[in-house]
T-cell receptor, first 114, second 114 residues
Framework: EAQVTQNPRYLITVTGKKLTVTCSQN?????MSWYRQDPGLGLRQIYY???????DKGDVPEGYKVSRKEKRNFPLILESPSPNQTSLYFC?????????????FGPGTRLTVT | QKEVEQDPGPLSVPEGAIVSLNCTYS??????FMWYRQYSRKGPELLMY????GNKEDGRFTAQVDKSSKYISLFIRDSQPSDSATYLC??????????????FGSGTKLNVKP
């Protein structure tokens, strides 16, 4: 089954404790993105990657890091989480440039930072 | 001012009603338009996409774009309880430096009552 998977689905952590949210897709997609979803603000893009070792900032990259060492994986790293990073996070992938409209989302990771 | 504005609702309608969901945008570089549907506790899924002004139909759904007014709409005919979800509009820029970025509205929550 074609899908984007994220782990963990739920995470409660404390300020300053480094964490990683994993994302994997099995569709051989070139493009992958991370979003956060907050009430009233909608989905905002954090980082995106056009291919292995190629990443770029979205609209809200502060406090986040990403890496793309393999085509299928795109982990999101919070090196020193803060309470304002409490949010619902989505990973997404899409095929090549010609199919600009397709984007497949994972099930989401709900993060709480206390 | 957000680049994409969307009324958050909630919007409650009886089964069989025609639903109209709308977004406005301010960036004239936005030329690609999408509608996503998001069920509770799920990731968004692509519903419709278009890049032309005018109407595009797909079954009970019609996407409408008016680039001169910077206004897009999604119409749902013969609405069903299974249409109850949050609907997100999304846009992409044609500029090369922003081509890989997606800009989302905050979402409109729709409830279709049996």
């Amino acid at each position: 089954e074609a899908q984007v998977t994220q782990n963990p689905r739920y995470l409660i952590t404390v300020t300053g404790k480094k964490l990683t949210v994993t994302c994997s897709q099995n569709m051989n997609h070139e493009y992958m993105s991370w979003y956060r979803q907050d009430p009233g603000l909608g989905l905002r893009q954090i980082y995106y990657s056009m291919n292995v070792e190629v990443t770029d900032k979205g609209d809200v990259p502060e406090g986040y890091k990403v890496s793309r060492k393999e085509k299928r994986n795109f982990p999101l790293i919070l090196e020193s989480p803060s309470p304002n990073q409490t949010s619902l996070y989505f990973c997404a992938s899409r095929p090549d440039r010609g199919r600009w409209y397709e984007q497949y989302f994972g099930p989401g990771t709900r993060l709480t930072v206390t | 001012q957000k680049e994409v504005e969307q009324d958050p609702g909630p919007l409650s309608v009886p089964e069989g009603a025609i639903v109209s969901l709308n977004c406005t945008y301010s960036n004239s570089a936005f030329q690609y338009f999408m509608w996503y549907r998001q069920y509770s506790r799920k990731g968004p899924e692509l519903l419709m996409y278009t890049y032309s002004s005018g109407n595009k139909e797909d079954g009970r759904f019609t996407a409408q774009v008016d680039k001169s007014s910077k206004y897009i709409s999604l119409f749902i005919r013969d609405s069903q309880p299974s249409d109850s979800a949050t609907y997100l509009c999304a846009m992409k820029s044609i500029t090369a430096d922003n081509f890989n970025k997606f800009y989302f509205g905050s979402g409109t929550k729709l409830n279709v009552k049996p």
